[in-house]
Structures are given as structure tokens and as C-alpha cells.
């Protein structure tokens, strides 16, 4: 994500979000007082419906500085940061819940990833839940020629360069249960959504557990 970051600064006024946020997985798992972390939170969509939800006590932070400067313009009575500012020791095991919405798509690296979910790990209480959604790999025969080209560019299928420039990832079922071996699945949907460059996709959102014991 950090080799990622002057893509995401030069797009960070133009991209919309579109990975939807179950409210009835929330209601049911995560109170109104807990402490909720949005990794990746980019221009602070996630942490702006849950403020409208009532949530208070939430953070976001982002490699990108563009990111979260727009989302400080936009909402800024919020705390955003830099995921480099971003005290993780001073904060393991304090966060009850963690939103990780479309950000392994942009981590395309196998170490990367694994690295990124071991310190969301750490950063949840024991019992405390990570809300991932994220990019499955797709059926339809665009992504699946560039699934192709990207295999042979970039040695993982799966990873890809879209039409502007960003370097992505769409995950197989078995690697993202490989991601998520530490937890305890909750729950699983499909959702469909629109990607960042407006085109129609499924994504896959698991809530997870890190073990109480």
C-alpha cells in the first residue's frame, strides 16, 4: 500500500467509495460506545455513517495524506491520522471492533497483507471483531484477461493494474480464510457493488472474531 500511496494522493478528490456497511451486523455485534478503528479509512466515508449511527469513539487512519486531509475537511470533528503517526503498540488490545473496507485489495504484496492483518490482530481486545470486505476474484471475462496479464507481469494471479494506474489484488476463497486463520468467522455475505472506476462487481464481507482465549 505504501509503494500505492502517490496513486492514492493524485485520485484522493475524484474516487467514491462504494463498499456498503451492514448496519444489522453492527447492531448485533458492536455497541454504541465501543471503540472502532477504520483502517484505510480513506476520505472518511465508513466513519461518517457510523457517526450518523451514533458511534463516537472511532479513529481512522490512512497511508494517504491527500485521503485524510479531504476527509478532515469534510468531517472535522473526527479524528483521522496517518496510519505512519499511528501509535500501534500504545494501542494493542484496546479496539473493539476494526473496519478493513477494500483496503487487501490495495495491498497486493503476500507478506504485506499477512503483516497488515497480524497488526489488526494485535490492535483488537480479545472477543473484539474485524469487518473486512474486500474483492473476490471475478468471473467476467475483463477481469479474467487481466487476471491473465497480471499473472504474467507481476507473478500472482489475481493481481492487476487497473486503467489509471493502481496496483490491485482480487483474493481466491482459500487466501483470504488463510488471511483470517487467527479468527473466528461470524459471518459472511456478497454484496454487489461498483468499483472505483464505476464498473459493476461482487465484493465478499466476513465479520470475524479474535479469539476471547
Given at each position: ?24 451486523w453492527l447492531?448485533r ?7 472502532v ?10 466513519l461518517?455513517?457510523l ?15 491527500r ?11 473526527m479524528s ?26 490495495c495491498?497486493a ?7 497488515l ?16 470486505s ?7 471475462a475483463?477481469n479474467l ?12 494471479y489475481g493481481?492487476?493494474q487497473t486503467e ?31 468499483t472505483l ?10 465479520l470475524?472474531?479474535?479469539p476471547s482465549?
Open positions: 500500500m505504501e509503494g500505492q500511496q502517490a496513486y492514492w494522493d493524485r485520485v484522493a478528490d475524484e474516487k467514491a467509495f462504494t463498499h456498503p456497511l451492514d448496519h444489522d447492531d455485534f458492536v455497541d454504541r460506545q465501543a471503540r478503528l477504520d483502517y484505510g479509512c480513506g476520505y472518511g466515508r465508513s461518517r455513517e457517526a450518523g449511527l451514533g458511534y463516537e469513539n472511532t479513529r481512522g487512519i490512512d497511508f494517504s495524506a485521503m485524510i486531509k479531504r476527509a478532515r475537511r469534510d468531517a472535522p470533528d483521522f491520522g496517518l496510519v505512519e503517526d499511528f501509535p500501534f503498540s500504545a494501542e494493542a488490545g484496546r479496539f473493539d471492533a476494526v473496519l478493513l473496507m477494500a483496503v487487501l485489495t495491498v504484496d503476500d507478506r504485506a497483507q499477512r503483516d492483518i497480524a497488526a489488526l490482530y494485535g490492535l483488537l481486545r480479545p472477543g473484539g471483531l474485524l469487518y473486512l474486500d474483492m473476490p476474484l471475478q468471473t467476467d475483463r484477461a487481466r487476471y491473465a496479464e497480471g499473472e504474467r507481469r507481476f507473478g500472482d493481481v492487476f489509471d494506474g493502481a496496483i490491485m489484488r482480487h483474493h481466491d476463497e482459500r487466501r483470504l480464510g488463510d488471511l483470517l486463520e487467527a479468527f473466528e468467522t461470524v459471518a459472511d455475505r456478497s454484496v454487489p457493488i461498483f472506476n464505476g464498473h459493476p462487481a461482487t465484493a465478499v464481507q466476513i470475524a472474531r479474535r482465549a
